[in-house]
């Protein structure tokens, strides 16, 4: 099975491989390796994507799982923001990295720790928290 991401039963825990779609706020689940990607999608809502290195049966993101990505995200690029482990991403995917961040154009790349993340739209900009 290729790895795959779902709908998120709540956006304020969108865990490993799940998106969620939210009026004002989105939740993380806790970030290991983890890469988050936040936008302010067509409609002006938040979206979160959650996306692991590796899905459940050891399948690795890869560039075939990006077009998914984007379809998901349908955002202007500038109101776009990477956050969690972009160094290990880049450094062990960096293939499948680089064409996500080519193709997202992110307005910012935000490297943080393990943790758990939040995002708010404040004044039609995207604010991440680690909480």
């Given at each position: 099975m290729a790895y795959s991401i779902h709908k998120a039963k709540n956006a304020q825990e969108i865990k490993e491989r799940e998106y969620g779609i939210a009026d004002q706020m989105i939740k993380?689940?806790?970030?290991?390796?983890?890469?988050?990607?936040?936008?302010?999608?067509?409609?002006?809502?938040?979206?979160g994507i959650h996306?692991?290195?590796v899905d459940e049966n050891g399948d690795a993101f890869s560039p075939?799982?990006?077009?998914?990505v984007t379809s998901l995200v349908r955002s202007d690029p500038r109101k776009v923001v990477f956050v969690g482990h972009n160094y290990l991403w880049e450094e062990n995917l960096p293939v499948a990295y680089n064409e996500l961040k080519n193709a997202l154009q992110p307005s910012d790349t935000t490297d943080g720790e393990d943790g758990t993340y939040q995002a708010v739209i404040e004044n039609g900009e995207i604010?991440?928290?680690r909480i």
């Open positions: 993380f689940t806790k970030f290991t390796s983890c890469l988050g990607i936040v936008a302010i999608n067509n409609e002006g809502k938040l979206i996306l692991s290195v075939t799982v990006v077009p998914l604010i991440v928290n």
